[in-house]
Every structure is written in structure tokens, then in C-alpha cells.
């Protein structure tokens, strides 16, 4: 008990360490935000009470839902979060106190504490969320955790897959497989004894992961495949061996990838588009998230890129084409699955869909190395720090510019304005690349003699 109040002191000593104000003043909104998504489901539970479209099971099942989804995503989006290795495995102390004693140090985290202020305010202000529904919610929440720290398991370290306690975590994963088949932990529950059940199910579940950890061996390291060869792609390259960039623009790319999919499943269903009854759905069919997550800052993931054409030529041309090298590789994926998108599921809207693409593209690469030069961002250290990637002005600015590539839909004439956007968004970029002798100076300040 000791060490785990040890731990947790140093935990919350910790994260206000540094950047005391960015870290409060977002700590802060996240609390307002709980507070206003508390407020929006106390009103959907009133309003199911009453007798609106909805009923309060459904309600509650979403509430849990969002848990759920929000608590596992967090840990891969919009970056990865490695797990919390907070006693080393040489440490003599013994797997199974080493488990107890991390499990609730990594719950005691700001994102949780914003989740469960949500749940609490939720149980003040409406009537119809009840004890035991919290209970349930903070039982998904559990659940949520321990899916999450067993994927970042399987993520980092490697896998003795016959070992004997590998075996042991499929069994108890697949015990709790079966109970959730038979009674969903997310369906609000009738009765005590289903929360029981409930907790049968993820005692099953911390047991797997506990075996898991156990089954995993050393860390996998990062293995860098260097070529000689010509004719191997340099934009392959780029997009493999740069680790924090792929790990963004592959999640990016996975999110892009769940609304497409949705999408098509709710055509097959119902015959309409979830973009229908919501529009700013539109922003995901194009390929504003990679430029946002990545390319609005590409001399911060690339910078060694960068320094080469610096030391080279530095010239501005040279600066333009290595800047379009890593976008190639994401971009050509971000586009096949639109592609496939429009092929089974989206025939109707297939032009808008192709121009806007098209125009997104030479509105956003312009933009985005126009922002690397002037709003360059360091990208450093762990993934779990609260600094930001990109610059928020500029990715701000690019979904201003997407969303009046959108205006089309409300009147075809519209369509003039996609040339007088990528004529000022490159105007705007050439304008920067002629300065770029001048934006070399900050920016080897910013990207490399932080270093020092």
C-alpha cells in the first residue's frame, strides 16, 4: 500500500512539472467539458423520459458506448500512448504486486478524471441515471482501461505466443468473451445480479492481461531498413522508418477508415448517408486529417529531411519538392479508400467527392508547407506529453478552407471558388518560399538547437 501511495504521489507530482499553466488551463477545460457533455445527456435522458424518440436504455447504452470508445481510442489517437512502465522489470518485487501497483497509477490520470467527473455530474443531474447505472458506467470504464493497456502490451513488447501463460490470458480473454456475448456490459442493466456478472467478466479480463504481461518478453525495437537501391522509394522510406509520423497518420488514416465504414453500413441499412442529418461529416472524406495530425508541421516530424536539403542547396525549389516526398505514401492510401468508398457505396455524390478531394489537396500541401516554415512545432520525447504536434492556428485554418471547399453542395455555382482558394493558398505559399532564407534561420533554432 505503501508504494502504491508513493506512486501515486510521484504520479501527480509529475504532471505539473512543467508547462504548470498549459497543463492547468487544460486540465480546466477539460473539466468545462465534461461539464457541458454532463449537461447534453441529462438533457437526452429528460428528453427520452418524457417520451422522446429515444428511450433512456438507449441513452444509457450510448453513455456507455462513449466511454467505452473515447477511454480505448485516447490511448492511439490523436497520438499513441505508450504504457506506463513505472517499475522496472529487474526490480525485485513480484509480478503480481508489480500489477496491482501499476493498474491504479495509470488510472489515476487527468483524462480519467475528467471521464469520471463526467459520470458523477451525470448521477447529480438527472434523476434517471441512477447508482447502479454509475456503477455500470464506471465498471465499462475499467473494462475500457485494461482492452487498452492489453493492446499496448501487444504494441510494444514481443509475445511468447506458446508460452504457458499466453495460453492462460486467451482462456481467461475468451471466458470473458462469452460472458459478453451472452450479457453486453455496455446494455444498461435490470438487476443487481447483472452487475455482478459484470465484474465476473472483468476479473476474467484483468486476469488475461495480468497473464499477458507476464507471456511478454523484452521491448521491440525500432528497426531502421536502410537501401542502396535507386529504385526503392524514398517516400516508403520516409513514411516507415519516421515512427511518431506513421503512428499519427496511421490512426488518422484508421479514423478516416471507421467513418467511411460506417457510412456504407448505414447506406446498406437505411438507404441514406450519416452526412445527411450531420454536415460536418463532409471534412472526413477529404484529406484534411493527415495534413492536421502531420503535414501542417512536416520540418517537425521530417526535420533531418530538412537539414539535408539545407546543407545541400537549401534552394526553395528544393525545399517544395522534398516537402511533397513523405505527403506521397499517406495520401496515396487516404485516397484509395475514398476511392473504394465511392465505387461500392457512393455513386451520387462521386464528382463532388473527386473535385473536392482534388481541390483539398492543392489547397491543404501549400498551405502545410507554408505552416512548416512559418509555425514550426518540435516533436520530442513521449507521446503522452500534453504539447501539441501542429500548429492549432493553422489546422484551424486548413478546416476553415475545407469547409468552404464544401459550399458546392449548397449551389453548384459555388464551384468558383475552389481556383481562387488554391490560388491564394499558393500565392501564400511562394510568397513564404522566397523568404525561406530568412524562416532557415528560426527554424534551425527551433528544430535542432532546442537539442542542444
Known sequence: MDLVLFSLRARLNGFFRQNKLQRVLLLGGGIVLSGFYGWLFSYMLEQAQNGGDTSVTEVIRYINLFVLGITIIRGFFPAYV?????????????????????????????????????????????????????????????????????????????????????????????????????????????????????????????????????????????????????????????????????????????????????????????????????????????????????????????????????????????????????????????????AAYIAFFNHEDAVFLVLMYAASVLVLTPLGILASFVSPKVVKGSMMSFSAKTSYLYNMLSLLLVGLLLLPLLHPLLYILYPVLIAVAVFAMIAVLRESRRYKYELFGKLFKVDA
Do not use: C
Open 82 to 338: 505508450p504504457k506506463l512502465d513505472l517499475i522496472p522489470r529487474l526490480y525485485p518485487i513480484k509480478p503480481l504486486k508489480r500489477f496491482w501497483v501499476e493498474l491504479p497509477v495509470e488510472l489515476f490520470s487527468p483524462f480519467n478524471f475528467v471521464l469520471v467527473n463526467f459520470l458523477f455530474l451525470l448521477f447529480i443531474l438527472s434523476p434517471s441515471y441512477t447508482f447502479m447505472y454509475l456503477l455500470q458506467s464506471i465498471i465499462v470504464l475499467l473494462t475500457a482501461h485494461v482492452t487498452k493497456r492489453s493492446l499496448q502490451v501487444l504494441v510494444e513488447r514481443k509475445m511468447r505466443w506458446l508460452h504457458l501463460n499466453f495460453i492462460s490470458a486467451a482462456v481467461l480473454a475468451a471466458a470473458f468473451v462469452a460472458l459478453q456475448a451472452r450479457l453486453p456490459m455496455y446494455i444498461p442493466a435490470n438487476g443487481w445480479m447483472e452487475l455482478v456478472v459484470h465484474l465476473a467478466s472483468l476479473g476474467a479480463f484483468l486476469g488475461a492481461n495480468y497473464f499477458l504481461e507476464l507471456a511478454a518478453m523484452e521491448p521491440k525495437r525500432k528497426v531502421v531498413n536502410y537501401s542502396h537501391n535507386k529504385h526503392r522509394s524514398l517516400s516508403w522510406r520516409l513514411f516507415k522508418n519516421s515512427k511518431q509520423a506513421r503512428q499519427l497518420l496511421l490512426f488518422g488514416i484508421a479514423l478516416k477508415l471507421i467513418i467511411l465504414a460506417a457510412d456504407a453500413a448505414v447506406f446498406t441499412a437505411k438507404g441514406i448517408h450519416i452526412y445527411d442529418k450531420n454536415l460536418t461529416i463532409w471534412i472526413f472524406f477529404g484529406p484534411a486529417i493527415i495534413y492536421s495530425y502531420v503535414f501542417n508541421n512536416v520540418w517537425g516530424f521530417y526535420k533531418n529531411l530538412w537539414l539535408t536539403v539545407e546543407r545541400t542547396s537549401g534552394s526553395a525549389k528544393d525545399f517544395f519538392k522534398a516537402s511533397l516526398i513523405p505527403l506521397r505514401v499517406p495520401l496515396l492510401i487516404d485516397a484509395a479508400l475514398l
